[in-house]
T-cell receptor, first 109, second 113 residues
Framework: AQRVTQPEKLLSVFKGAPVELKCNYS??????LFWYVQYSRQRLQLLLR??SRESIKGFTADLNKGETSFHLKKPFAQEEDSAMYYC???????????FGKGTKLSVKP | DGGITQSPKYLFRKEGQNVTLSCEQN?????MYWYRQDPGQGLRLIYY???????QKGDIAEGYSVSREKKESFPLTVTSAQKNPTAFYLC????????????FGPGTRLTVT
């Protein structure tokens, strides 16, 4: 079954600390993975996708097929990073996105 | 102002009534989606449409209906058959279903009492 698991509902770190939001997936084919973010009072939006291998707002995510993971990392968290983060997998018969349950990141001053 | 609009922002209905949530986009996107967002549940796909006059059930379509008569519009009707309709509803669109990015609306919070 195609599935995305985000094991942490809430992750709380202090400003300047490293942060890692975990995402594991289950998919039989070649996965396409994304991170979406929802800041307070803003719309859900794409943060990054594994194909582009880019760093957005200091965040990176590496696809590890052996561990079936796509963890989101940032070396030094900022207060403005506080948001809800969703990992998503392209799956389904029509290429729809399958979202994890989300992790709320809280960065304390 | 381009993008996706959803109206209203808040909606209140009595149990047993059908209610329709609006979603409009002016991005010229072919694909549109409806998700339900509940605390601790993430986003769950209700219905999606790849093209005008076509739509498919998502994971939790029971108690919902949609139409796609125009490219710009994808209204969602929450029927009285939906057992737990109180939720936050998000509409999204993308160039196609295989597009790498979905663009989301601001959402509608529906409360049924």
């Amino acid at each position: 079954a195609q599935r995305v698991t985000q094991p942490e509902k809430l992750l709380s770190v202090f400003k300047g600390a490293p942060v890692e939001l975990k995402c594991n997936y289950s998919y039989s084919g070649s996965p396409e993975l994304f991170w979406y973010v929802q800041y307070s009072r803003q719309r859900l939006q794409l943060l990054l996708r594994h194909i582009s291998r880019e760093s957005i707002k200091g965040f990176t995510a590496d696809l590890n097929k052996g561990e079936t993971s796509f963890h989101l990392k940032k070396p030094f968290a900022q207060e403005e990073d506080s948001a809800m983060y969703y990992c998503a997998l392209r799956g389904g018969s029509q290429g729809n996105l399958i979202f994890g349950k989300g992790t709320k990141l809280s960065v304390k001053p | 102002d381009g993008g996706i609009t959803q109206s209203p922002k808040y909606l209140f209905r009595k149990e047993g009534q059908n209610v329709t949530l609006s979603c409009e986009q002016n991005l010229n996107h072919d694909a549109m989606y409806w998700y339900r967002q509940d605390p601790g549940q993430g986003l769950r796909l209700i219905y999606y449409s790849q093209i005008v006059n076509d739509f498919q059930k998502g994971d939790i379509a029971e108690g919902y209906s949609v139409s796609r008569e125009k490219k710009e519009s994808f209204p969602l009707t929450v029927t009285s058959a939906q057992k737990n309709p109180t939720a936050f509803y998000l509409c999204a669109s993308s160039i196609g279903t295989y597009s790498y990015e979905q663009y989301f609306g601001p959402g509608t919070r529906l409360t049924v009492t």
